[in-house]
């Protein structure tokens, strides 16, 4: 059975703590997802201020504990920085560049015991268990516990005390390499022109796996795109990749055949920037559709395979049997060995091959972690014939991934997570098919609505969390960035908080070494606020939707009905009030293009084509309305046909071929905006 981990539980205690000290203030409110599981962000127009709740900085993904130590520090002048050698170059190399953003005009790097610069700060990064740094920590109050204590921190923890004063210092201690790298995550954003808050922070992951697996169909991201998405997963703490993209050839029809000089020359790069950025670069090769489990030569095949690129510096690696056939068998040899092909045989086939491959490969392999895989049966937790031979016969180090409660579930809750424990005999790796739009159900549309109905506390039953994403690299860094979050601290987790921060990020707020111009990256966020309502949308495999379209612009709507229906001078005043929200989706795709990045921008470019013109449909189909309450129906049918052009110009807009999977034409705010439109003439 799954263990249980005492960071599942530290934050909801720290988060009641807090808001007993608050009560006295009357600040305490309750911020999180709801305990059922249900999509706290449904509730429109809700903005989130940028800062902390508790006035402090905000920090993505949010940390396990942070208070005050009173005034912020200055950044200026010369500062010196103290490595310990646990920290690797581009840890050290991130601090130079973030203090160098944050004022100083020269940044002194040495090791501990040389002698002391003239510096207006000093700055300490490195091992949390140094003295030096493990006094400073002492005295900020944090809760850490002693080194010989049995609540060890997990790895990847770190602690950051800042504070002023007559001997202003900064101090960061990693429990290990990554942990200090994630110090310096946080660092920039505790940073701003000129200073740094004066806060403590105690900080620690509640899943051990965090990350995104390149798992759907269609077109694989570029090598471009994914040396950009480990550079970002880094930023936000996600520690896990898994290549797996179903349309590589090499990875699943062609797994037998050597991967080309060039492809395994982008892997030893993929690698590399992992490794720079402390994410786990994992390997999957799909062999499921043809393998002869009993066949030596495919034995040799799928370890020549996985030697390939263990030659270039991957050490963990995953062989999944998802989406296949378990009805019959791809060669004679195993119906002798295994018996009439059937899921139980199947469960016992595989679980064979995965056993070997623990024992003659990952443990003759150096630096190799456990292996992984995705079982044929990947979803729900049905104690079936496959499942419970797989799960008798499989070793227990290998990790087993799980979809939750069907391949899209509408919602995963702690029990659902728990109960998957039980059915595989271990934590599983949670495979969240969300904001992946690689099935019918998904055509034309862009999957840009929070991380929600996800139960805070199911990490506790969980070895890890990973995101299948979308076709659109750039654009799926909106359901990633809040899924870091949540698998960071899912007790603390606020979907719109982190939805609304997401867009931040996208406008060059969030993340950024040293100052960001948070004034005029204003009107970018509320655009893309704007845009990811219209693009909300979440479907199960039927269509049935389990994030409503557009909820932001549907409550405008319902407002404005309402308002119109009560006749005389009140429609002029529904009109003016829809207005304004009207503009703002008109003139959303023009900030997107100008404030967002290019990446960005290419991967939605179709979408905001769309926008452009059901924007101007609905300021168009309003000033019909505005005309029919003044008593002039001519130019109102006139604007209503205006309206109707615009809006056939909308629906005729189609998805990129060959970057998108399915195609079609696109959809947004499908059943809200479109049926206003239509339906105005009759109002």
Partial sequence: MGRVRRTARRPVVLVSLLCVLALFAGACTDERATSDGQDSADTVRRKPDSSHRDGLPEVFPRPSQMH????????EGTVSLVVDPMVDPQTRDLAVRVLRGAGAEQVVVREPGNPVDEATLKIRLGNRWAPMIRKELQHSGLDFPDRDSDE????????????????????LGGVDAAGAYYAVQTLRQITSSGRIAGVSILDEPEVPTRGVIEGFYGSPWTHAERMDQLEFYGSVKFNSYVYAPKSDPYHREKWRDPYPSAQIDQLRELVRQAAAHHVRFTFALSPGQSI???????WRALVGKL?????VGVRHFSVPFDDISYTEWNCAADREEYGAASPRAAGRAQADLLNRLKRDFVDTHNGVGPLQTVPTEYSDTEATPYKTALRRNLDSSVRVMWTGDGVIPERITVDDAAAAARVWDRDPVLWDNYPVNDFDATEGLLMLGPY??????MTEHLEGLVVNPMNQAAASKVVEFSAADFAWNSSDFDPQRAWRAAAEYLAGERLSEGNADTE???????????????NHMAPLPDGTPWLA????????????????????QSRQRAVAELRGYARAVADAPEHIREGTAEDFVADVRPWLRATDAWGEALLTTLDGLSARAAGNEDTATERFRQAADLADRAESVHTVAG?????GPVRLAEGVLDEFVRQAPEM
Avoid: K, N
Wanted: charged share 30%.
């Fill in 549 to 568: 379209p557009a909820p932001e612009l549907r409550e405008r709507l319902d407002e404005f009905r309402d308002t119109w229906e009560a006749g005389g």
């Fill in 307 to 311: 030697q390939a690129v263990y030659d």
């Fill in 292 to 298: 002869c489990f009993s066949d030596p030569t495919d």
């Fill in 659 to 663: 970057q998108t999977r399915p195609q």
């Fill in 520 to 534: 005029s990256s204003g009107e970018t966020v509320d655009a893309l606020m704007v845009f990811f309502d219209l």
């Fill in 452 to 457: 929600a109905r996800r139960q805070p506390g």
């Fill in 152 to 171: 060890d921190l997990e790895a990847e923890s770190y602690a950051i005390t800042v504070h002023s004063g007559q001997d202003p210092a900064v101090v």
């Fill in 68 to 75: 005050s130590e009173g005034e912020d520090v200055t950044v």
